[in-house]
């Protein structure tokens, strides 16, 4: 998210009417009514509520069909529901109280470093009326605007998760455990990043659209789990080949679209900066979806679209923290790096410490998102186009951001370890039976087949 637009409004909200009129007399009050909204930016407005649609879009269908594609057919409507299922509570969940702890509170001291308050628990005073101030220039978006684009983002990433456990962990306890890793993972993560007053914001750590509070987020997340629930039955022993390959190309394509939106909604206003974004966002996944091909041909003997599809990813992953900081050569860099790196994390760590990470979501999201995040320091200098911050100096900045990356890994580690030792005890096990993995969990979990003769 871009930080001179973004932190502002976190840190400096404008009153809501709802503490204001009651002071002032009925003309006065509907003279400051047409104040607030006379600063309104339309434009703005509405470029971040279509943005805001192609993120949902992402999801649902998008991560959903990429993600289900890649699983067997008899697990094909486990992820779909995981996917869906879990982006409906966390819709609730970011409206209930999620909103109010990552994005307000006080500036400075105490817990303010970690995590916000509840003044906005419910949503309270927040109204069509309410504006957010996000430029020093006065322009304003409604605050009901940042609010549904942030819940797309609080909502994608958690469902990121599923991929790591597909096909083997119970659906009530992937719903516990993403309720409370949401809750003291990704809250706090997106406070300490994006919050006036965050730990990682005063720090000055860059992440344009969450590469740092999304992906690596839900990356480690993704590999603690993957190693505690245990592997697969005939993991590294049965042939376990993605039953539709169409579905996840088809998926990878709804997600390049709707990262459109992930990426340049981030500026929180319609111009050229979020014409770069989007831009790179075109520039850098093209390169690593070329170079995960490439690299793929030179090692295996071929080229596959399962490769190009994951190699997209990788890119959209990695030009994510950079997507407002790079120039457009430095994307294709960076996401040329991206492709080739995921490849070979994705091909060596899950056979050296034998670990299932089904549909590899550390080996894109985590390491594509340390890729990035590392990289947004480099692509951010002048030198090579990129558009840094004032005070930006590469050496400083490199040490900021692997600063960053360490807590993130720490904290969301941490966190799923812990959020899993409480869903076991609760739920009688985090995983479905054998038979019922034999089965299928389309058939076991939920009743019914994604294809019947």
Not at 282 to 298: D, H, N, P, V
Request: aromatic share 10%; glycine share 12%.
């Amino acid at each position: 998210m871009n930080k001179l637009s973004s932190y502002s409004l976190a840190a400096i909200p404008a009153l809501s009417l709802a503490t204001v009129l009651p002071a002032l007399s009925q003309e006065t009050a509907e003279a400051a009514t047409d104040a607030i909204v006379a600063t309104v930016d339309k434009g703005d407005t509405t470029w971040m509520l279509v943005s805001t649609i192609l993120v949902i879009m992402m999801t649902i269908p998008g991560l959903a069909l990429f993600y289900g594609g890649l699983v067997r057919a008899k697990n094909m409507l486990s992820v779909l529901m995981q996917v869906f299922a879990g982006f409906s509570m966390m819709a609730l969940l970011w409206v209930i109280y999620g909103y109010s702890l990552a994005f307000n509170g006080p500036t400075e001291g105490g817990l303010s470093a970690f995590i916000g308050d509840f003044s906005r628990l419910l949503l309270a005073g927040v109204t069509p009326d309410s504006t957010s101030a996000t430029f020093s220039a006065g322009v304003e978006i409604p605050e009901l605007t940042f609010v549904i684009f942030q819940l797309t983002f609080a909502a994608i990433t958690p469902a990121l998760i599923v991929g790591a456990v597909a096909e083997r962990m119970k659906f009530g306890a992937v719903m516990l455990f993403l309720a409370i890793w949401f809750t003291f993972s990704y809250l706090p993560i997106a406070h300490m990043v994006w919050f006036g007053g965050g730990l990682l914001y005063n720090m000055g750590a860059y992440d344009f659209a969450g590469g740092t509070v999304v992906h690596i987020n839900a990356g480690v997340a993704g590999l603690v789990a993957a190693i505690v629930v245990g592997p697969r039955k005939g993991f590294m022993k049965d042939v376990m080949a993605p039953h539709n390959l169409t579905f996840t190309l088809v998926g990878a394509a709804l997600l390049w679209v709707g990262w459109f939106g992930f990426n340049a909604g981030s500026n929180l206003e319609a111009n050229g900066l979020t014409a770069q974004a989007l831009l790179n966002t075109i520039t850098a996944t093209s390169a690593a979806a070329l170079s995960w091909a490439l690299a793929e041909k030179l090692t295996r003997g071929h080229a596959s679209l399962l490769g190009a599809a994951s190699g997209a990813v990788a890119g959209l992953v990695a030009i994510t923290p950079a997507a407002g900081f790079a120039g457009s050569m430095g994307a294709i860099v960076l996401g040329a790096i991206a492709g080739v790196v995921c490849l070979f994390a994705v091909v060596t760590l899950k056979p050296m410490f034998k670990y299932d990470d089904s549909l590899d979501v550390f080996g894109v999201h985590g390491i594509g998102g340390i890729v990035g995040a590392i990289g947004t320091a480099i692509v951010a200098s002048p030198a090579l186009g990129g558009f840094p911050l004032d005070g930006y100096e590469m050496g400083s900045q490199l040490g900021i951001q692997a600063t960053a990356v360490v807590i993130a890994v720490v904290w969301s580690a941490v966190v799923a370890f812990v959020a899993l030792m409480i869903t076991k005890p609760i739920m009688g096990g985090l995983r479905v039976s054998e038979s019922e993995e034999a089965d299928g969990l389309d058939l076991s979990s939920h009743g019914e087949r994604a294809y019947n003769d």
